[in-house]
C-alpha cells in the first residue's frame, strides 16, 4: 500500500466525521465566547439528530426527495435554536449554575427524543432514512493532481458547507461589530454593558445560535453518517465537539482544526487495521487520543488554552 | 430570617419535584398517554409489593454512592462530572480482585470494595492535581476522563479478562455480595447487601465533612478559596483530597454494579448513566448525606417503576427521563421556586 493510498483511505474519512463536530464546535464557540458555558451541546447535537431523522423522513414521505435533508438542517437548526433558549433562560435571566443547566439539557435531549421516537414511530429508533447526502466530487477541483484526490473528490458537501461556515464564523466575530461585542461580553461584561452593550441580550443570541449550530451538527451526523437516530447515535460526539472548541482555544478556526484533527483520530481508528504501521497501535489509543490531548492542551503542555474570562458567571447589574 | 432559608431547603427540592411530574404529566397528556393512569402504575410499580421494593432499594445502592460523590466535590466547590469515568475504573478494579484474589469473605469483599474506592480516588485526583497545578476547570477534564475511562476499561477487559458475551467471568462467590437471603424476602429481585455499603458510606460522608479538621478545611475551601489560603489552609492540598475522596465514593458506586447486580463486568458501549444521574441526586439532595439518600430513594424509585408504567400505561420508559432533567431545572433555577412562594406569600397576607 503506498503512502498516497493511505492518505486517499484516511483523509476523505476523516473529512466525513469531522463535519458534524465543525458545526457543533463552532456553535460552542458562539455560547462560550460570550461567556455561558454550554456543556449542553450535546444534548443540543443529539436533539438535532432526532429532527433531522424525523424531517427527512417524513420529507421523503412528501415528496421532497433529494431536497429533505437540506430540508432537515433548516429545521433542526431552528429546533435547536428553541431548545437553547431553556439553557438560554435558566443559565441568563435565572442566573442558574450554567455546567447543572447544560447538564439538565443533555437529560432532556436524550429523554424527549427517544420517548417521541417510540411515540411517533412505536420503535426504538426512526426508520433509515434513503435520501442521503451524497458523495461526490467537486468539478474541476478534484482534478488536482495529490491535492484533488485527497481534499475534492468523493466527499459530502456538507463538509465543504462546514469549513465555510467556520470562515464565516471567524469573519463574524472577529471582523463585525457584533462579534466584538459579543467577545467583549464575554470577556468583560461590565464593561461592555457600560458600553451600552446589552449583555443579556447578545449573550441570549450566543446560546441560540450555538443551539442552532449544534442541532446542524446532529442533523448532518443523521444525513451524512448514521441514516437514522436511535438512542446510540450520538453518544459524545457533543462532549468531542466541546473538546475541539477548548482544543482549538476558544477560536472558530481552532476549533476547525481541532475537529478535523480529531476527526482524523477517528478515522484512523475505524480503518487504522488497514494501514502497515498503524497496525500494530492498539486501538484504544487513537480512541481516547482527543481527550488526553484536550487535557495537555488546558495543562499548558500543547500551547496554553485560556477560557474567556467571564466564562460561566450570571451577569448582574450593578455587582463588583 | 434563618427559619425562612431552612424551610426554603426543603420546600425548593419538594416544589420542584412537583413542578417536573407536573409538566412531564402535560407532555404525556399532549402526546396522547393518560397521565393518571401512568403515574397510578409508576407508583404501584415501586411500592406495590416487595419484589419492587428490593429492586428500588437495589437501584438505589449505586445512586446513593454516586450522588455522595458529586456532593462531596461540591462542598469544595468542585463539579465532578467525572463520577461517570471514576465508577467505571472502580467497577473493573473491584470485579478484577473478585475474579484473581482468593481470600474468605470477610477479607475478600472489603479488599474488593477497597480496591474500587482506591481506583476511583486515583482517577477522580488527576482533574484534582490538574486544577490545584495548572488551574485547569475540573468539569472539563473530568468529562474528558469519562471518555479515557469508557475505552480503557473497555481495552483492558477485551485483552485480559475477556469471557463469552463480551464481558469478564463471574466474580467468585466469596467476593460477592449477592444475598440469597435478601432476595428471598423480596419475591426474588435482585437486592443485594450493597445498600448497607452506601448506607455506610453515607454516615462517612457526613461524618468527615462536619465532625473531623480535613472536612472543615475541605468545606472552608468551598466557600471562599482566597479566605482559606489566608487563613493558612493548603487548598491546592484540599481541591486534590476532596477530588480523591469523591473518586473513591464514585469507585465504590462501581463495585456495587461489579460485586452486587451484575457479578461481572460488561464491555460497554456507553455509559452507565449512574455517574450522571448522581448529579441530579445529589443536587435535589441539596449535597447532604441524608439529602443524597433521599434523593437516590426517589430518582431509583422512578427509574424501577417506570418499568411498570411502560407495561401497564404503555408510556415510554424515557419520560421518567425528562421528569429527572426538568427536577433538575427547577432545582438549578430555585429563582423560580423563590419568586412562585414569594407571590403565594404575599397573596396569602392581601
Known amino acids: 500500500m503506498s503512502f498516497m493510498d493511505i492518505l486517499a483511505l484516511i483523509v476523505p474519512a476523516a473529512i466525513v466525521s469531522a463535519a458534524p463536530l465543525i458545526f457543533t464546535a463552532l456553535g460552542g464557540v458562539f455560547s462560550e465566547r460570550s461567556g455561558v458555558v454550554n456543556i449542553g451541546l450535546e444534548g443540543l447535537m443529539l436533539f438535532g439528530a432526532f429532527i433531522g431523522a424525523v424531517t427527512i423522513y417524513y420529507g421523503e414521505q412528501l415528496g421532497l426527495g433529494g431536497a429533505s435533508p437540506w430540508v432537515s438542517f433548516v429545521v433542526a437548526m431552528i429546533v435547536g435554536a428553541l431548545f437553547a433558549s431553556i439553557h438560554a433562560v435558566a443559565s441568563i435571566s435565572l442566573k442558574a449554575d450554567q455546567v447543572v443547566s447544560g447538564v439538565a439539557i443533555n437529560f432532556l435531549a436524550a429523554g424527549l427524543a427517544i420517548f417521541l421516537t417510540k411515540k411517533i414511530f412505536n420503535a426504538g429508533q426512526t426508520p433509515v432514512i434513503s435520501e442521503r447526502i451524497s458523495k461526490s466530487d467537486i468539478p474541476f477541483l478534484s482534478d488536482i493532481p495529490v491535492i484533488g484526490k485527497l481534499f475534492f473528490s468523493n466527499a459530502y458537501l456538507t463538509s465543504y458547507l462546514a469549513v465555510f461556515v467556520a470562515l464565516i464564523v471567524w469573519y463574524v466575530l472577529y471582523k463585525t461589530p457584533f462579534g466584538l461585542r459579543l467577545r467583549s461580553v464575554g470577556e468583560h461584561p461590565m464593561a461592555a454593558d457600560t458600553m451600552g452593550i446589552n449583555v443579556t441580550k447578545t449573550r441570549y443570541i450566543g446560546v441560540l445560535l450555538s443551539g442552532a449550530l449544534a442541532g446542524l451538527g446532529g442533523a448532518v451526523y443523521v444525513a451524512s453518517i448514521s441514516g437514522n437516530f436511535t438512542h446510540s447515535t450520538i453518544t459524545g460526539q457533543g462532549f468531542m465537539a466541546l473538546a475541539a472548541m477548548i482544543f482549538g482555544k476558544w477560536h472558530p478556526l481552532g476549533a476547525l482544526g481541532a475537529a478535523l484533527f480529531f476527526g482524523l483520530a477517528q478515522a484512523i481508528s475505524i480503518s487504522g487495521t488497514q494501514i502497515p504501521g498503524l497496525q500494530d497501535i492498539p486501538k484504544v489509543f487513537l480512541l481516547i487520543a482527543p481527550y488526553v490531548l484536550t487535557i495537555l492542551a488546558l495543562a499548558g503542555l500543547v500551547g496554553r488554552a485560556d477560557a474567556p474570562k467571564a466564562l460561566g458567571t450570571p451577569y448582574e447589574k450593578g455587582k463588583r | ?350
Open chain 2, 1 to 350: 430570617m434563618q427559619n425562612k432559608n431552612n424551610k426554603m431547603k426543603y420546600l425548593v427540592p419538594l416544589i420542584s419535584v412537583l413542578l417536573g411530574l407536573l409538566i412531564g404529566g402535560i407532555i404525556m397528556l399532549v402526546s396522547g398517554y393518560q397521565p393518571v393512569e401512568a403515574y397510578v402504575a409508576l407508583f404501584q410499580g415501586i411500592f406495590g409489593g416487595s419484589y419492587y421494593a428490593g429492586e428500588t432499594i437495589r437501584q438505589m445502592s449505586p445512586l446513593i454512592l454516586s450522588g455522595l460523590a458529586v456532593a462531596f466535590a461540591f462542598r469544595t466547590g468542585l463539579f465532578n462530572i467525572g463520577v461517570e469515568g471514576q465508577l467505571l475504573v472502580g467497577w473493573l478494579a473491584s470485579v478484577y480482585v473478585g475474579i484473581f484474589v482468593d481470600a474468605p469473605a470477610i477479607i475478600h469483599i472489603p479488599l474488593a470494595i477497597l480496591a474500587a474506592g482506591a481506583a476511583g480516588a486515583l482517577w477522580g485526583s488527576v482533574p484534582g492535581i490538574l486544577k490545584a497545578r495548572f488551574k485547569v476547570h475540573e468539569v472539563i477534564t473530568t468529562i474528558m476522563m469519562n471518555y479515557i475511562a469508557l475505552y480503557s476499561t473497555n481495552e483492558i477487559i477485551r485483552n485480559f479478562m475477556l469471557a463469552p458475551g463480551e464481558r469478564t467471568e463471574n466474580i467468585k462467590e466469596s467476593a460477592s455480595l449477592a444475598s440469597p437471603f435478601l432476595q428471598s424476602i423480596t419475591e426474588y429481585s435482585t437486592l443485594h447487601y450493597g445498600i448497607i455499603v452506601a448506607l455506610i458510606a453515607a454516615v462517612i460522608m457526613w461524618f468527615l465533612l462536619w465532625r473531623t479538621t480535613l472536612g472543615y478545611e475541605l468545606r472552608a475551601v468551598g466557600f471562599n478559596q482566597h479566605a482559606s489560603q489566608y487563613a493558612g489552609i493548603n487548598v491546592s492540598k484540599n481541591i486534590v483530597l476532596s477530588m480523591a475522596i469523591s473518586g473513591a465514593f464514585a469507585g465504590i458506586a462501581g463495585s456495587m454494579e461489579g460485586l452486587g447486580t451484575y457479578q461481572y463486568m460488561t464491555i460497554n458501549a456507553a455509559f452507565t448513566g449512574v455517574g450522571f444521574d448522581g448529579i441530579a441526586v445529589a443536587l435535589l439532595g441539596a449535597n447532604s448525606a441524608i439529602g443524597v439518600v433521599l434523593g437516590a430513594a426517589l430518582f431509583g424509585g422512578l427509574k424501577i417503576g417506570a418499568l411498570n408504567m411502560q407495561s401497564i400505561a404503555g408510556v415510554p420508559t424515557e419520560l421518567v427521563g425528562v421528569v429527572i432533567a426538568l427536577i433538575i431545572f427547577f432545582v438549578a433555577c430555585s429563582y423560580i421556586v423563590h419568586w412562585l412562594m414569594n407571590r403565594v406569600n404575599k397573596g396569602g397576607k392581601i
